[in-house]
């Protein structure tokens, strides 16, 4: 075979395999299709397929496919980032702002600490940090990967409990937002270069000028050309980024974040997320898997898998409940968000793959850190479709 047959070979395998399984095991109560593709591209990994059938894993995942297979997945991750930041509904959040303040707060910093605790112990212990990474690097970035709430998850899932316009939903989604800004604002923490801080402070000074004439921009061009104009600005501030050391994905996320919802049709943005995670998201699934390593040991990863996971629920559920008692909520309300902002697959697993790419975490860490992803995330529904059931009231109440 030749490398195109080859790739669609590859193609193939990536959209059939997840689809197939997700359909016929009718799983879709346990998790949406993108965290099956999550799973099937750990499977598909030189860890599982690759080490069970190493010729096949050569065979199908050569350099030269991966290297097209990755090109994709930067571009569907770099795509899903900004309309991530383009749905940040941050008006509505001040509006609310001490509920929301209070809550995000907790909700973020509580996991966050927790999760650092557990990054301080796996300091300790050779393989998990990166060969670039100075200390408090590493510790800051576990603490923030066992903190995130993925908003593009969220929305799936607050659709899928027919929740997502309903008081309770949008409420969530504020909390969510300001968590996201945080996140970011993080990551980029974590990724500053001191010996590149000039060429960093000079994107971040180019980008604030750039956005003042792209928004008039914006604003004055007629509706249909703003999304051929979104594109390009997302691929010069991901370059800008990118060259500034920085990373893409932050280029991505503040290309987003400066653009207004209301510049475009809801329900034609609702279905390009939606398209972006069905034809495109599924290679970045799999490039994802590929990057998964068991090398520091199967057993010491789900151990270091399941205590992340731990002081993921338990700060996240914790910081729920301290926000309950300071809000003065009704019993059980807390566990509800709490579990809602428990989702983590995708915009967890982004926040990995830059520290990964930074070398700020291991091959290994990023592994643990998928599966407790992929387990948070799971968990959801499960956890809050019968407490929804039995407080009903809640879903109409605005704060």
């Not at 993080?186 to 980008?207: C, H, M, P, T, Y």
């Not at 002081?311 to 008692?325: D, E, F, Q």
């Not at 009704?330 to 566990?335: D, I």
Request: hydrophobic share 60%; aromatic share 12%; charged share 10%.
């Amino acid at each position: 075979m030749n490398t195109t047959e080859i790739f669609l070979l590859a193609m193939l395998l990536i959209f059939s395999i997840p689809y197939l399984v997700w359909r016929f095991a009718n799983l879709d109560y346990w998790a949406p299709l993108v965290v099956v593709q999550i799973i099937c591209g750990i499977l598909l990994g030189p860890g599982v397929l690759g080490r069970a059938y190493p010729e096949y894993y050569q065979f199908v995942f050569n350099p030269a496919v991966i290297g097209a297979l990755n090109g994709i997945a930067w571009w569907a991750v770099m795509l899903f980032v900004m309309i991530a930041g383009v749905e940040l509904d941050l008006a509505k959040a001040w509006q609310h702002r001490k509920e929301s303040a209070v809550t995000a707060g907790l909700a973020l910093g509580v996991p966050m600490v927790a999760g650092s605790a557990v990054g301080l112990g796996l300091l300790g212990y050779a393989g998990w940090m990166g060969s670039k990474a100075l200390s408090w690097q590493f510790v800051l970035g576990v603490g923030m990967s066992c903190a995130v709430t993925a908003l593009p998850i969220l929305v799936l899932l607050l659709e899928k409990l027919e929740i997502l316009r309903q008081p309770i939903g949008q409420r969530i989604l504020r909390y969510a937002s300001i968590d996201d800004i945080a996140i970011w604002g993080v990551l980029a923490l974590i990724l500053l270069d001191w010996e590149r801080v000039g060429r960093q402070l000079g994107f971040l000074l180019a980008f604030a000028v750039a956005t003042i004439l792209f928004r008039r921009l914006m604003v004055r061009i007629a509706a249909a050309d703003r999304w051929y104009a979104a594109p390009i600005w997302l691929a010069a501030c991901a370059f800008g980024a990118d060259w500034s050391g920085l990373h893409y994905m932050v280029g991505a996320f503040l290309a987003g974040v400066v653009m207004e919802a209301a510049w475009f049709d809801q329900a034609s943005m609702d279905l390009l997320r939606k398209h972006v995670l069905i034809v495109l998201m599924p290679v970045f699934f799999l490039s994802t898997g590929l990057r998964t390593n068991w090398e520091t040991g199967g057993a010491a990863v789900f151990v270091a898998a399941f205590v992340l996971l731990v002081a993921s629920v338990g700060g996240k559920l914790l910081g729920t409940h301290l926000a309950g008692k300071i809000l003065k909520w009704e019993p059980g309300e807390a566990g509800i968000v709490g579990w809602l902002l428990q989702t983590k697959a995708l915009i967890m697993i982004i926040f990995a793959n830059v520290l990964l790419d930074k070398q700020i975490i291991t091959a290994a860490t990023f592994t643990a850190l998928l599966l407790m992803a992929v387990a948070s995330t799971m968990l959801t529904v499960p956890m809050v479709y019968p407490k929804l059931n039995r407080m009903r009231q809640l879903i109409f109440r605005t704060t």
